[in-house]
């Protein structure tokens, strides 16, 4: 695999361990340096989200889904380029168990189990997004205010528009429809990033 916004693998070892050799990255996580500093704004948000949803839409073509996409698995390098890393959890579209992902990260189809496809991707971008324009971890916040192990199966992600009024409808709109607990209600990936390089 190689793509400008995906992390690089060079090779694969089974001695002494198991490991992977993987370029460096010298930047920080998404997660990092948007909850240490603001939240990103328009610009910057569309620019992050038009990169990502390239990297995801080429692991798409290679018949990949990467199925944990959160803001600790973007690593921000100087000039302002997103590198989606950690394919821990990459697998072709198709049937999969309950639960493979991170918690408060998963789509709905995943949590649930069963046949999962590009649309999952889908989520994962809107709730990065989401939570890089907002600061906060939407769905961390619903699972303590329900008390809930699987927020999004018992309410919906509170909208982007409403949050981030000032932020140009289109895209509030976009991000808030990848969040649709409908898997066939969501955009595609290639239309968020059109949304996101219009931006």
Same mark, same amino acid.
């Given at each position: 695999?190689?793509?400008?916004?995906?992390?690089?693998?060079?090779? &694969?070892?089974?001695?002494?361990?198991?490991?992977?050799?993987?370029?460096?990255?010298?930047?920080?996580?998404?997660?990092?340096?948007?909850?240490?500093?603001?939240?990103?704004?328009? /610009?910057?948000?569309? *620019?992050?989200?038009?990169?990502?949803? /390239?990297?995801?839409?080429?692991?798409?073509?290679?018949?990949?889904?990467?199925?944990?996409?959160?803001?600790?698995? *973007?690593?921000?390098?100087?000039?302002?380029?997103?590198?989606?890393?950690?394919?821990?959890?990459?697998?072709?579209?198709?049937?999969?168990?309950?639960?493979?992902?991170?918690? %408060?990260?998963?789509?709905?189809?995943?949590?649930?189990?069963?046949?999962?496809?590009?649309? $999952?991707?889908?989520?994962?971008?809107?709730? &990065?997004?989401?939570? /890089? $324009?907002?600061?906060?971890?939407?769905?961390?916040?619903?699972?303590?205010?329900?008390? /809930?192990?699987?927020?999004?199966?018992?309410?919906?992600?509170?909208?982007?528009?409403?949050?981030?009024?000032?932020?140009?409808?289109?895209?509030?709109?976009?991000?808030?429809? %990848?969040?649709?607990?409908?898997?066939?209600?969501?955009?595609? *990936?290639?239309?968020?990033?059109?949304? %996101?390089?219009? &931006?």
């Amino acid at each position: 695999l190689a793509h400008p916004h995906l992390v690089r693998a060079y090779d &694969v070892l089974d001695v002494p361990r198991p490991a992977i050799v993987m370029e460096t990255l010298t930047g920080a996580t998404l997660e990092h340096l948007v909850h240490e500093g603001r939240p990103l704004g328009a /610009s910057d948000l569309g *620019v992050l989200g038009a990169q990502l949803a /390239s990297a995801v839409g080429y692991l798409h073509a290679e018949g990949i889904l990467h199925l944990d996409l959160k803001p600790a698995n *973007v690593v921000a390098e100087a000039g302002g380029r997103a590198k989606l890393i950690d394919l821990s959890h990459a697998r072709p579209p198709g049937r999969a168990r309950a639960g493979g992902g991170t918690w %408060c990260f998963m789509a709905p189809e995943q949590v649930r189990g069963g046949e999962l496809g590009p649309a $999952a991707d889908a989520w994962g971008l809107g709730l &990065v997004l989401h939570e /890089s $324009a907002t600061g906060r971890a939407a769905l961390l916040e619903l699972a303590e205010a329900l008390d /809930s192990d699987t927020p999004q199966l018992e309410a919906r992600v509170p909208p982007l528009r409403g949050l981030r009024p000032r932020l140009p409808r289109r895209l509030t709109e976009a991000i808030d429809a %990848c969040l649709d607990p409908d898997p066939a209600a969501r955009p595609a *990936v290639a239309e968020l990033r059109a949304v %996101c390089d219009a &931006v």
